[in-house]
Nanobody
Framework: QTQLAESGGGSVQAGGSLRLSCAASGYFYSSACMGWFRQAPGKEREGIANINSAGGPNYVVSVKGRFTISKDNAKTTLYLQMNSLKPEDTAMYYC????????????????????WGQGTQVTVSA
């Protein structure tokens, strides 16, 4: 049974950094895709970054240059390094994964992922 568990969220001032982790258990697929989503209060969940089996990252414009997605295949752990955080980054952050690979579309879509973590809260104060 595949399970994803996020950690590393917290409260930080604007301009600060956080590193999120997502530990995957019961999961290892060579052609897989893993990603990060976030959901702010009153807003829909949005995909912000994904990474394919070869380690190639993809970011949405709002986080590109500030966030870095990476993974440790040996530990099946996904990371999201978040720098230069802004109050608008405040949200619940979720990791997600699938077995068949990244779609290659510009938009990182919920429907492309089948496994989800419970989320970790990130709060950025001005």
């Amino acid at each position: 049974q595949t399970q994803l568990a996020e950690s590393g969220g917290g409260s930080v001032q604007a301009g600060g950094s956080l590193r999120l982790s997502c530990a995957a258990s019961g999961y290892f697929y060579s052609s897989a895709c893993m990603g990060w989503f976030r959901q702010a209060p009153g807003k829909e969940r949005e995909g912000i970054a994904n990474i394919n089996s070869a380690g190639g990252p993809n970011y949405v414009v709002s986080v590109k240059g500030r966030f870095t997605i990476s993974k440790d295949n040996a530990k099946t752990t996904l990371y999201l390094q978040m720098n230069s955080l802004k109050p608008e980054d405040t949200a619940m952050y979720y990791c997600a994964a699938n077995r068949w690979g990244c779609s290659g579309t510009m938009t990182i879509r919920e429907v492309d992922f089948e496994y989800w973590g419970q989320g970790t809260q990130v709060t950025v104060s001005a």
